[in-house]
């Protein structure tokens, strides 16, 4: 499958025409310069061929976050085999733009030159100053207004080879981007006129998810809810974890070192990682999708673009199955950690915590810290705890097969009758108080649900389980089976209620 990349200094239009392109807001784009700092990669099929997109940072220089990104870019670029090279065609042409074209024409790739921002006939005339780059595989487009968009999708639609024709039974509209021949006419972006939004004001004082659509560049692009799981739920085989922590606990870090790439940029400077990206490697026959997300920080210190970077994280949380929960072991726990592992409470994960640049920590206090861990997280006590050194890779290896064992906990499906043996000896060691008089009966257990176990309770007052007795029930159940990393749920009910 080709792969083509869209390479530029920052504030082109990369990320504007790589949603354009994948016909859904997904890349966050803003007028801050530095938006996009990881490549981001999507499958899209253009009129009836299926390529790789890749999205990347701006080509930018000076500070070390900088550098990275065009570091990381230009890599992109280098493993590319059609480059879309982007300027803003407002301006007249730079002379790095030029140094920069011509590097990337040397490779021997099909390259480009887009020119962006043409939102008017008039604007047209500023395409001339361009052709002193000397390629014809020139194209003034307006990523905003949708112009001139076609000639480049035939562009790139001859690049791409036969073989890569998708066949048309796979043509579906939920499975796959296509961008029609007719683009100029082609509504990318399906608005829900009706669609609320679910974010509310949270109260706690430390995650801001009330975002103005003022705050962004283009608010054509502004993100919708999704609430479509992106894989099957019930395939046990497919994975979904998202890192989360707050700023600078190495979530970037961890990723690289689980993909056994650099995939991520890392740096010094706290909140590099803003658009979460998504990477996925097979191990032992499970396919492991891994989720670098931004890091959270208290809501008063939240500006600009990270208000809707922490609105993808949770939106992320809430596809997933899986979160690792990420703990700089060299610093003390903050409030803020505990906030942080509210979300996988919240959204009913399987968990892992991982205790991050054990390298560095004082490893004389190992019962200390983890006793310290347990007491802040008593919410999470079913997750186990690693500790491990991202950068050095310390101990990294043992996180994947500790991710498939408690997938497997995530997964499993215990029989009634094994279910209803630990309920009727927990009964047997202690009864259910009465309520009001009244006494409170439990016929049986059943599960009804996986990922996380869901058991149904079935009694003749389901206002009558106690969240203590349910709690017991809880402890018991994890005595018996193999719970460890993974929510137990359980719904009181009366016989034939469903």
């Known amino acids: 499958m080709k792969k083509i990349a869209i390479i530029g200094r920052p504030n ?17 784009t803003s007028e801050q310069a530095g938006t996009t700092r990881d490549v981001k990669r999507r499958h899209v099929v253009i009129i009836n061929k299926e390529a790789l997109l890749l999205d990347t940072g701006g080509l930018d220089k000076g500070c070390e976050l900088f550098d990275r990104i065009k570091e990381k870019s230009l890599e992109a670029a280098h493993k590319a085999d059609i480059i879309l090279y982007m300027v803003d065609g ?57 112009r001139s968009i076609v000639p480049l999708l035939d562009w790139m639609y001859e690049k791409i080879p036969d073989s890569d024709i998708i066949k048309e039974e796979n043509d579906e509209e939920d499975d796959v981007n296509i961008i029609e021949e007719d683009g100029s006419e082609y509504d990318f972006f399906d608005e829900d006129e009706n669609a609320e939004d679910e974010d509310e004001d949270d109260d706690d004082g430390f995650f801001y998810t009330d975002v103005n659509e003022e ?45 056994g790439e650099e995939r991520s940029v890392v740096s010094s400077v706290a909140g590099t990682t803003i658009d979460p990206i998504d990477e996925s490697i097979e191990y032992k026959g499970k396919q492991l999708t891994f989720v670098d997300t931004a890091g959270l920080r208290r809501r008063g210190k939240i500006v600009g673009i990270e208000k809707f970077a922490l609105m993808r994280t949770k939106e992320m949380l809430e596809n997933s199955n899986m979160a690792l929960v990420v703990l700089d072991a060299s610093e003390p726990l903050l409030d803020l950690d505990e906030k942080i592992a509210g979300l996988v409470d919240s959204n009913r994960l399987a968990c892992i ?6 390298d560095i920590a004082n490893r004389e206090d190992y019962d200390k810290i983890i006793q310290n861990v347990r007491d802040r997280f008593k919410f999470l006590a079913y997750a186990p705890i690693i500790t491990l050194s991202a950068k050095s890779h310390k101990r990294v290896d043992k996180l994947h097969d500790m991710i498939l ?30 309520m ?38 809880t402890n018991k159940l994890r005595e018996s089976f193999n719970f460890s990393g993974t929510p137990v749920l359980f719904k009181a009910k009366k016989r034939g209620e469903k």
């Not at 407002?90 to 011509?102: G, H, M, N, S």
């Not at 915590?353 to 054990?358: A, E, G, Q």
Request: glycine letters at 4%; proline letters at 3%.
């Open 405 to 434: 064992e408690i997938n497997e906990n995530y997964s499993q499906r215990i029989k009634t009758s094994e279910l209803n043996e630990v309920l009727e000896k927990a009964l047997r060691r202690h009864q259910l108080p009465s």
């Open 215 to 259: 705050d962004f560049e283009d608010d054509s692009i502004f993100a919708q809810n999704d609430r479509i799981k992106e894989f099957n739920e019930e395939d046990v085989n497919h994975i979904k974890i998202s890192i989360i922590g707050r700023t600078n606990v190495g979530k970037s870090s961890l990723l690289n070192a689980l993909l």
């Open 12 to 28: 082109v239009g990369k990320s504007s025409l790589f949603n354009r392109l994948v016909k859904k807001r997904d890349a966050i």
């Open 90 to 146: 407002r301006t007249i042409p730079e002379d790095e733009d030029k140094k920069l074209f011509y590097e990337l024409q040397t490779l021997g790739k099909d390259v480009a030159l887009v020119v962006n921002k043409i939102d008017n006939d008039k604007m047209k005339d500023n395409l001339w100053d361009y052709y002193e780059f000397g390629t014809d595989a020139i194209f003034g487009i307006s990523v905003a207004h949708n």
């Open 436 to 473: 009001r008089g009244q006494v409170i009966r439990i016929y049986y257990a059943t599960q009804y649900e996986t990922r996380p176990p869901k058991i149904a309770i079935v009694m003749n007052k389901p206002r009558g389980l106690h969240f203590t007795y349910r709690r017991y029930l």
């Open 353 to 358: 915590i991982v205790l991050n640049k054990w």
